[in-house]
């Protein structure tokens, strides 16, 4: 049972270009969580989904920021336009539908992005 | 909305050494909090999580204490080893079903 799978793991992108950042949840989870670190600072929460629909996305830019997690394929998350200010690590984390509280949440590895 | 703070914000020790982390947060109705280490340029390892109906937790040489009410957790690490040398993070679940981090406690245990 493979585990969260992020991909890329490093991705470099110049201003003003689009990054695409994908999320394969673990097998059976249907809940997707997306969180961004930048340097030196903690892991902010962005979005929350569950298959073709977004949850919570309080925490998520109004602009050039996106998610989706479509029926089938991996959750994405769209950063349009990029600005040297979005590079940081993103991550993202799956639950299943009844996430009991004795569950842990587990993370993929994780996408640096770099904005040249 | 939820505030975490982790004290103290970075940490060197010698190996051997008993050391505590300590975590606090603003909003007490979490079900549960979990700790993870996050070692430099990598993803998070989940070491313990707490439901808030436990007190402690305990994986090997990794303790982890919650007091719900006060809004209090600690990680309590016994006979340090420089490879638990890494950036340690507390996260409560809250009742929106996502965590909340804290910038963590940056910690060296050196030789």
């Known amino acids: 049972n493979a585990g969260v799978m992020q991909n890329p793991r490093h991705l470099v992108r110049r201003r003003g270009q689009e990054a695409r950042l994908r999320c394969s949840p673990m097998?059976?989870?249907?809940?997707v969580y997306w969180y961004r670190q930048l340097p030196e600072e903690g892991l902010k929460f962005m979005v929350y989904l569950q298959k073709e629909n977004i949850i919570d996305e309080s925490g998520m830019p109004k602009e050039r920021f996106s998610a989706e997690f479509p029926k089938e394929g991996p959750s994405i998350l769209r950063i349009q336009q990029v600005v040297r200010g979005d590079s940081a690590a993103y991550f993202c984390a799956s639950s299943p539908v009844r996430w009991q509280t004795n569950e842990k949440l587990f993370f993929g590895s994780g996408t640096q992005l770099s904005v040249l | 909305k939820q505030e975490v703070t982790q004290i103290p914000a970075a940490l060197s020790v010698p190996e051997g050494e008993n050391l505590v982390l300590n975590c606090s947060f603003t909003d007490s109705a979490i079900y549960n909090l979990q700790w993870f280490r996050q070692d430099p340029g990598k993803g998070l390892t989940s070491l313990l999580l707490i439901q808030s109906s436990q007190r402690e937790q305990t994986s090997g040489r990794l303790n982890a204490s919650l007091d719900k009410s006060s809004g209090r957790s600690t990680l309590y690490i016994a006979a340090s080893q420089p490879g638990d040398s890494a950036t340690y993070l507390c996260?409560?679940?809250?009742?929106?079903?996502?965590?909340?981090f804290g910038t963590g406690t940056r910690l060296q245990v050196t030789l």
């Open positions: 996260a409560p679940r809250g009742t929106a079903s996502k965590l909340t």
């Open positions: 097998k059976g989870h249907s809940h």
